[in-house]
């Protein structure tokens, strides 16, 4: 019995301060733990009005957690700051955009930071639920709520500026990123981020600094090293470029990117056997293609003629658009008439191709996958205008070495008509001499 008196004297205390809790906050969301206390104090109720001792465990556990443990540990958080509200509100939203219902989450969030403007968790997860539902703009405001009110959200912070970057205002993410990483210099999606907007916007110094300073925080990630390498390719440093692709290759050595890259350097230099070896370990994926017919070229320049054309017959098999490109090609000039792949592929190839080409290669931001096929453009067309440039020197050296055979037998003709007027001129000379000599001899 007096264990009963001792319950309900604790569950009526725990019942009166949740009472004056729903008057005090004017809040309904704690009629919900009432009528928990209620259930539990009416059992025992019931048990002392009747005289019956209710031994069933199951009905006792019910009794103390809904009267007692309960009530207490809410009692509790609240005195350590938390409140049940928010929590109960946030639980029941979460749930809501777990199971997809964005618009009852939704609902019960604005309720929640209309009577608890302060509510972080509030403002946090309505940013979701306007952010899935599209409306990226309110996402913004509640974002930059949630961060007003706990200044080191970090993630809050960089989400506003990857909005801000989906709504087309690159420059204030750019404005806030680099805040951000100034700030927390270890937070690398933020570095990525902005080291790819600044590259977007072509100021590839500033890129290098941000991917090089994210670099001391995570010194093997192949992403910062690739992201390096076309930064530097676009600033025309070469050799940076190729530590860098370097770099990545050896943490990834599937990325076959990496490897086309530095193919594309070492030919640009001339060193074939290197080139060679890169782009035999970038035949596969996407770039396969592109492989084969970079190492046709070499062959060509290496004088191995029959892998020349074995190797551009099998580019253009695997893609029939390097045939017009081929046709224009100098370098292919001889051995074009050996082209005898055909350029039909069958639809259902081409598309199983595609996706295997998709499934193979990593995925990447869509600013940095235009920034890496710039990046590759630019090296095959410097790679381009070094070919053009030593033809047009070979030519230039041909023309000087022909003009210096004609000019120089032009002079030798010239020379010997020279002397030969020279000689008839001392011939003259000599008959005029000769005459003199003998009117003065006719005069004596």
Do not use: W
Request: with cysteine.
């Amino acid at each position: 019995m007096l264990e009963k008196l001792v319950f309900n004297l604790l569950a009526c205390s725990l019942f009166i301060i949740i009472f004056f809790k729903i008057i005090r906050r004017d809040d309904a969301n704690y009629i919900i733990l009432l009528v928990l206390q209620a259930v539990g104090i009416t059992i025992s109720f019931i048990e002392i009005r009747l005289g019956i001792d209710i031994s069933n465990f199951t009905v006792a556990a019910i009794r103390y957690i809904f009267s007692i443990i309960i009530p207490f540990v809410i009692v509790v958080m609240e005195l350590k700051g938390l409140n049940f509200s928010e929590i109960l509100s946030v639980l029941a939203a979460k749930f809501f955009m777990m199971m997809g219902d964005t618009k009852m989450a939704k609902a019960i969030l604005v309720k929640l930071v209309s009577k608890y403007p302060e509510s972080y968790y509030g403002h946090k997860y309505l940013a979701e639920c306007y952010e899935k539902e599209g409306g990226m703009r309110r996402a913004i405001d509640e974002y930059v709520t949630a961060v007003d009110i706990k200044k080191n959200d970090y993630k809050s912070y960089f989400k506003i500026a990857d909005l801000l970057r989906d709504l087309g205002k690159k420059d204030e993410a750019i404005q806030m990123l680099d805040h951000l990483v100034k700030t927390k210099p270890d937070c690398y999606e933020a570095s990525c981020l902005l080291g790819e907007l600044l590259c977007e916007q072509e100021r590839f110094k500033e890129a290098a600094n941000v991917y090089h300073e994210a670099l001391k925080y995570k010194p093997a990630d192949f992403d910062l090293y690739y992201n390096l390498g076309i930064v530097y390719t676009r600033l025309s440093d070469f050799q940076m470029a190729k530590e860098m692709y370097e770099r990545a290759a050896e943490i990834n050595h599937r990325m076959y990117g990496a490897n086309y890259n530095l193919g594309l350097i070492a030919f640009i230099q001339k060193d074939y056997d290197i080139a060679e070896k890169y782009f035999e370990e970038s035949l596969y994926g996407e770039l396969e293609a592109m492989s084969y017919y970079q190492l046709a070229k070499i062959y060509i320049y290496k004088g191995e003629k029959d892998k020349a054309i074995t190797f551009l017959n099998k580019a253009i098999e695997l893609d029939p658009s390097l045939l017009k490109v081929a046709e224009k090609e100098k370098t292919f000039e001889k051995i074009k008439e050996y082209i005898t792949v055909s350029v039909k592929m069958d639809e259902k190839e081409v598309e199983e191709k595609e996706i295997a080409d998709e499934e193979d290669e990593e995925k990447k931001s869509e600013i940095m996958e235009e920034q890496e096929k710039k990046a590759r453009a630019y090296l095959e067309d410097t790679l381009r205008l070094v070919e053009d440039m030593s033809e047009a020197f070979s030519k230039q050296k041909v023309e000087e070495k022909v003009n210096y055979i004609f000019n120089k037998e032009k002079n030798k003709k010239e020379l010997e008509e020279k002397n030969k007027d020279l000689e008839k001129d001392k011939d003259k000379e000599k008959e005029l001499s000769k005459e003199q000599r003998q009117k003065e001899l006719g005069t004596n």
